[in-house]
């Protein structure tokens, strides 16, 4: 199945053509998908001895960041800067200290109950007394899409993420990649239109996890979701993302935004690895991880 995404409607401005006509890829309420404003989360330590002399540790401070609709943005930046904790407040999973947070101009409250996004975090998350297709097909049934079109959906999910030998496999009988690849098939299985990610291809080998962004990144231009995206590697960050957010050992702040700005003139694909666009703006993002000012946001640009 599934080589790399080809033709011009890999490109993040895609065609936008629905995928089965299931779930609502909506063009949606709110002008801008998220939106996070002065966004603040300290967390008490009580009972704990962090090292903090406050008794606190400040995971977020100050965080503004704006996800237009179809947008691909990533949060890179070092271990326990404050990236899960930002895509946790946007999933209504944890409540910030202070600031806005709004989720299609709504509040992120109102946005899960409307099931407006899809999530895969760092721990695949699958109900162990359901199978491959039980656990992909969960959110359309509790959603009470017709069983067929659900079959029809569940078969098209397993085939993207190439397992379809294990439709009927329970999670204990699969590898940890694996497990993640169904979680995966699981948050997109009702198309929404906002993808919240943590570091979900961590645990996959290099080549599985490749053939991933691919697919990641022809179905976010397919469905025209925006994506928020927790990882660790540079280069998968360039790959997927619009922009790249990079953020600062604790308290978490944003330092600086790279604008890829890479698909403006092509699709993406494996041929874009060997680009040298993506080598200048790998080098774009490390620079600006380890701390020289980025000097142009738009300084990507092939020439
Ligand atoms: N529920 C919690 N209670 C107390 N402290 C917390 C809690 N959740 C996160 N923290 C703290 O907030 C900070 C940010 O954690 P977070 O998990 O967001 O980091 P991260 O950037 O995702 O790190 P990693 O890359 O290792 O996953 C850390 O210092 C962590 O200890
Ligand atoms: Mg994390």
């Known amino acids: 199945m599934s080589g790399p995404s080809t033709g011009s409607g890999s490109g993040r401005a895609g065609s936008g053509n629905g995928r089965a006509g299931i779930g609502n890829v909506a063009t949606g309420s709110g002008s801008v998908a998220v939106h996070v404003a002065d966004l603040h989360r300290v967390f008490s330590s009580a009972g704990r001895s962090l090292s903090s002399s406050k008794g606190t540790v400040v995971a977020l401070e100050g965080v503004d960041l704006d996800v237009a609709p179809g947008e691909f943005v990533s949060l890179i930046g070092p271990s326990g800067c404050g990236k899960s904790t930002l895509l946790r407040l946007i999933a209504d ?40 297709s039980g ?34 496999s329970y999670p204990d009988q699969l590898s940890g990649g694996m497990q993640q690849r169904v979680a995966i098939a ?95 703006a790998v080098a774009q993002v490390r620079e600006a991880l380890h701390g020289s000012p980025v000097a142009s946001p738009r300084g990507v640009e092939a020439r």
């Open 93 to 132: 999973l944890d409540e910030p200290t202070s600031g806005t947070l709004e989720v299609f101009g709504k509040s992120a409250r109102q946005a899960r109950l409307d099931q407006d996004y899809g999530i895969a975090f760092q721990q695949a998350g699958l109900l162990p007394w359901r199978t491959v």
């Open 135 to 168: 656990n992909i097909e969960l959110p359309l049934k509790l959603h009470r899409v017709a069983p067929a079109k659900r079959r029809a959906r569940v078969a098209e999910l397993i085939e993207l993420i190439g397992l379809g030998d294990f439709a009927g």
């Open 186 to 280: 699981r948050a997109l299985a009702e198309s929404p239109r906002l993808l919240l990610m943590d570091e979900p291809f961590g645990a996959l080998d290099e080549m599985t996890r490749e053939r991933m962004q691919n697919e990641l990144v022809r179905i976010a231009a397919e469905t025209q979701a925006a994506v928020v995206f927790v990882t660790h590697s540079i280069p998968e960050a360039v790959f997927l993302s619009d922009r790249v957010v990079v953020m600062s050992p604790r308290p978490g702040r944003i330092t600086a935004v790279v604008e890829v700005g890479i698909d403006t003139t092509g699709p993406r694909d494996d041929a874009l690895r060997e680009d040298d666009r993506f080598f200048h």
